[in-house]
T-cell receptor
Framework: TAGITQAPTSQILAAGRSMTLRCTQD?????MYWYRQDLGLGLRLIHY???????GKGEVPDGYSVSRANTDDFPLTLASAVPSQTSVYFC???????????????FGEGSWLTVV | AQSVTQLDSQVPVFEEAPVELRCNYS??????LFWYVQYPNQGLQLLLK??????LVKGINGFEAEFNKSQTSFHLRKPSVHISDTAEYFC?????????????FGTGTRLTVIP
């Protein structure tokens, strides 16, 4: 089973350029998330979506935008990349209600982004 | 606000020895607790979670964790580790039933199993 597919796997991006990280899930989960992982900081939530058509801000939303046109896809866009956005980005999903309902969050394999 | 503290950033242990990875949390409401494992160059996968009931939770790969409400802890244990257990381990907490759709992670503990 595919679960959550992220693309690209890795990318080097010039500062000031825009980029969209793609995420698709085949589990028909209502909730989806984008996290970034940085050494010594663990994982931090960027944006989330409880269901198609809705999105919300997480802990570190500045410089990022998301959309949720349908259940399966949840792209993350960096409008004008800066070096501090160099990170590993994880897309994730869960059943409706998310972890506050005790549901497990399932993660993709990650997208390694370097902004130079 | 919730927070999670993983007291050890790195834990080296010899193969077949026991291990305990420590996790403490703080929250003003009741919580659900999770442990995730991340193998090199992979995403995170769930090891186990505490929702309610017995405070001793058993997970995959022989791991278990004990919820201690009075000490606000959720330490992860394994009686005998294998080389394949070398990975990063993350403790995480979520408020119970608040609708806040986030999982707050600790900074991780890197377990290295020495042959």
């Amino acid at each position: 089973t595919a679960g959550i597919t992220q693309a690209p796997t890795s990318q080097i991006l010039a500062a000031g350029r825009s980029m969209t990280l793609r995420c698709t899930q085949d589990m028909r989960h209502n909730a989806m998330y984008w996290y970034r992982q940085d050494l010594g900081l663990g994982l931090r939530l960027i944006h989330y979506s409880n269901t198609a058509g809705t999105t919300g801000k997480g802990e570190v939303p500045d410089g990022y935008s998301v959309s949720r046109a349908n259940t399966d896809d949840f792209p993350l866009t960096l409008a004008s990349a800066v070096p501090s956005q160099t990170s590993v980005y994880f897309c994730a999903s869960s059943e409706q209600g998310g972890p506050s309902s005790g549901n497990t969050i399932y993660f993709g394999e990650g997208s390694w982004l370097t902004v130079v | 606000a919730q927070s999670v503290t993983q007291l050890d950033s790195q834990v080296p242990v010899f193969e077949e020895a026991p291990v305990e990875l420590r996790c403490n949390y703080s929250s003003s409401v009741s919580v659900y607790l999770f442990w995730y494992v991340q193998y090199p160059n992979q995403g995170l996968q769930l090891l186990l979670k505490y929702l309610s009931g017995s405070t001793l939770v058993k997970g995959i790969n022989g791991f278990e964790a004990e919820f201690n409400k009075s000490q606000t802890s959720f330490h992860l244990r394994k009686p005998s580790v294998h080389i394949s257990d070398t990975a990063e381990y993350f403790c995480a907490v979520s408020d119970r039933g608040t609708g806040a759709n986030n999982l707050f992670f600790g900074t991780g503990t890197r377990l290295t199993v020495i042959p």
